[in-house]
Structures are given as structure tokens and as C-alpha cells.
């Protein structure tokens, strides 16, 4: 058997990697590097690796199986982070640092971490006889389009029982999340000197009011849609960033307006998204200006699992903790679409993605590792 890394070499060369992923192309990074080392590692280790190359050129998921047959359970991440600000970090969020009872680096928690766990988890299985595979799966680009886990529902692969995605929940068993709709709102006006209005017309005005009528449609919803399982049970509107004119001395020609959704079970995005234009175009038409409403990416379905199966009780009885809802979004919709019983259970926790000096507690290591060998005892032995 050849040498596979530890832990911490594992871990320290994933954070090492930058693999961001976003809706604005010039930020965006291949992900394809990542894939590589993981399938290196996973190879040695007597893994059967597929590299999926998506249409985007150096994105790629990873199907790493151990073993033959039906049936199995999947462990799944994402190789992809967000962006991050390094001047806001106490350390480079590319290298590993470990430090009050902590390890620090971008994706730590989301979701890097998560592979060094499952391989080492997975160490102790190489040499036995699989009655159903062990599949490591790796994705692309879950932070912006998930266009990764979109490819494996439309291939139809990998074909296993069960999923435990390792997205941060604080090693709870998550059921139940909100789906997410990202949106982009462009109003073009006409540029002109700033000495005179009457010469242009200013997106970036328009854009003041669009926002006023977005607020108030966010409250609406809050008013129409309610789910008590969630511990916020309403949909949600976030304004994520704004973009328009080039000099303060020139009027305005044009803005962008980004914003998500998040979606509860019931709700349908195309409608969301006919009725905020609707409610938008007679601002359009007052101020003279071009108006459209588009998706930065194709929407995510809310998930919604079968509280009373076989994984989700398993999980809740092996980690103590009742299975809850989350309000973030991850694949599982794509995973339960290729019919696999599916729980998002991960060691980090959520309030340290998506921040400066993210981190990965080193006391949830041992834990996880020790309830994912259980999983794979239960389900693949």
C-alpha cells in the first residue's frame, strides 16, 4: 500500500491551493489543481478516480469509489471557496496555521477540511472487503453556480444509497435547508456632464428607488411565506453588491444591482422573479430608463428529507443531536435527484464561513472522523 498524507498534509495542501469560485469572472479561479491532488491521493490509496471536466475550462468535479456493487454512501464536499479580503485576515488565508486549539486558512470549515476527514476516516477501510463502495466525491463551483453538482445530476453518477454532505453545521444532522436564488437587476441610463442633468439619465437614481421597492417586496414575502421549522421562518432578500458610472464628475449610465433569495419549500423563483419585474418597470418607465431582471445563476431548490430515514436517524442517534433545519443552501437537492438518502453533516461551524481568520476547531477532528467510520462501517461493510 502506498503512502497516503496525513491530516495535516492533507489539510495544509488544500488551503495552500486557492480555488475560489464566483459570479464575477475576473474573481473566479480553476478548481482543476485541487481536483488533481485529492485524485493523487485518492489513487495511491487504492481509489478508482474519475475526473469530470465541466464545460468551464479548469473546473472539474472528482468520483473517487473504493470497492464494487450497489448501493453505498458518498461523502461529499465541495473543493471551491469564496472570495476573501487578505487584508483582513491576522494570517495568509492560504496557509495553514495552527493556533488556539484551531486551525486557520480559507476553507478550513468550508469545506475543505471536510476531505482531509473523510480520507483519513477512510484509511482504515483500504483493505477490506467493500460489501457497498465508499465514494469520495468532489465538486466545483458550489459557492457560485454549482455547476459541478449540476453535471453529476444531468450524468446520472455517482450511483450510491446514501450522502453525507460535509457542509459546516456543527456536526448536527441537517434535513431541511432554504433554496437560494441569485439575481441581477441592470438599469441603463444615458451618461452625460455631471453640470447638467436634464443631459443623461441616472441609473444610479434609479437604483435608489429599485432598492426602496425591493425592501418592501422583502417584507411582503415575509408576510405570504412561513415555515416554523426554520430558525428564520421566512424568506429572505439580500442586497449583495451594487455597480454602475465610472467618474463622479459624468452622470450615471448605468447600474447592476445583485441580489439572492432564499427560497422556503412552496415558493417557485419564477415567479419571484415575474413579479419583481413587474413591480419594477413602471419605476423604468417613469425615469426613462432600461430595466431587466436576469438569474446570475439557474436557482437551487430548497431540500427537504425524509426526517424518518434510515440516515437521518442514524445520524441523530451516532452525533446526539436532534436533525434540524438550516438556512443556508448546499447540493443536496442535486443528490436527493440522483436518489440517494442525503444528510448535510459537517464538523466546522457556519458563522466561520465566509469570514475573515476562518477556522476549523481541532476538537470536532477526532470526533468526525470517528462518526464517519461508523458510517462507512454501517453502510458499506
Known amino acids: 500500500m502506498k503512502l497516503s498524507p496525513t491530516l495535516i498534509e492533507s489539510l495544509s495542501r488544500l488551503v495552500e491551493l486557492p480555488s475560489i469560485s464566483s459570479t464575477i469572472p475576473r474573481i473566479g479561479m480553476a478548481n482543476l489543481p485541487v481536483i488533481n491532488e485529492l485524485a493523487y491521493w485518492l489513487d495511491n490509496m487504492g481509489f478508482d478516480c474519475e475526473v469530470m471536466p465541466l464545460l468551464e475550462k479548469g473546473k472539474a468535479n472528482l468520483i473517487a ?59 482504515d477501510f483500504l483493505t477490506d472487503e467493500l460489501k457497498a463502495p465508499l465514494i469520495i466525491l468532489a465538486t466545483a463551483d458550489e459557492e457560485s453556480s454549482m455547476n459541478g453538482a449540476r453535471a453529476l445530476a444531468n450524468a446520472g453518477k455517482p450511483s450510491a444509497r446514501y450522502a453525507i454532505i460535509g457542509e459546516p453545521t456543527g456536526m448536527a444532522p441537517v ?45 411582503e414575502l415575509t408576510q405570504r411565506y412561513n415555515m416554523p421549522s426554520f430558525s428564520i421562518p421566512t424568506p429572505t432578500i439580500n442586497l449583495g453588491c451594487i455597480h454602475g458610472g465610472d467618474n463622479p464628475n459624468r452622470i450615471c449610465g448605468n447600474c447592476d444591482i445583485d441580489f439572492d433569495v432564499r427560497l422556503i ?81 459537517g464538523p466546522g461551524d457556519i458563522d466561520q464561513a465566509h469570514q475573515p481568520n476562518e477556522y476549523l476547531s481541532l476538537d470536532r477532528i477526532n470526533p468526525t472522523i470517528s462518526l464517519l467510520k461508523k458510517l462507512i462501517k454501517r453502510y458499506c461493510l
Open 65 to 123: 469509489t473504493l470497492g464494487k456493487g450497489a448501493g453505498g454512501l458518498v461523502l461529499a464536499g465541495h473543493t471551491d471557496t469564496v472570495p476573501c479580503n487578505e487584508t483582513l485576515w491576522q494570517h495568509s488565508p492560504f496557509k495553514l496555521i495552527e493556533q488556539n486549539n484551531r486551525f486557520y486558512g480559507l476553507g478550513t470549515c468550508d469545506m475543505k477540511g471536510f476531505f482531509s476527514l473523510a480520507i483519513e476516516a477512510s484509511k
Open 175 to 219: 434535513y431541511l435547508h432554504k433554496g437560494i436564488m441569485m439575481e441581477r437587476i441592470r438599469i441603463v441610463g444615458e451618461s452625460g456632464h455631471s453640470s447638467n442633468p436634464s443631459l443623461g439619465r441616472n441609473a444610479m437614481e434609479t437604483a435608489h428607488k429599485v432598492i426602496e421597492e425591493i425592501l418592501k417586496y422583502r417584507n
Open 265 to 345: 419549500p412552496g415558493m417557485d423563483s419564477q415567479l419571484i422573479r415575474s413579479e419583481i419585474t413587474q413591480r419594477l418597470q413602471p419605476i423604468a418607465e417613469q425615469d426613462a430608463v432600461d430595466l431587466s431582471v436576469t438569474e446570475l445563476t439557474k436557482a437551487i431548490p430548497p431540500f427537504n428529507a425524509n426526517t424518518e430515514s434510515d440516515l437521518v436517524e442514524t445520524c441523530s442517534k451516532l452525533t446526539g443531536y436532534t436533525a434540524q433545519s438550516a438556512a443556508f443552501t448546499t447540493e443536496a437537492p442535486f443528490f436527493q435527484q440522483l436518489g440517494m438518502d442525503t444528510v448535510v453533516l
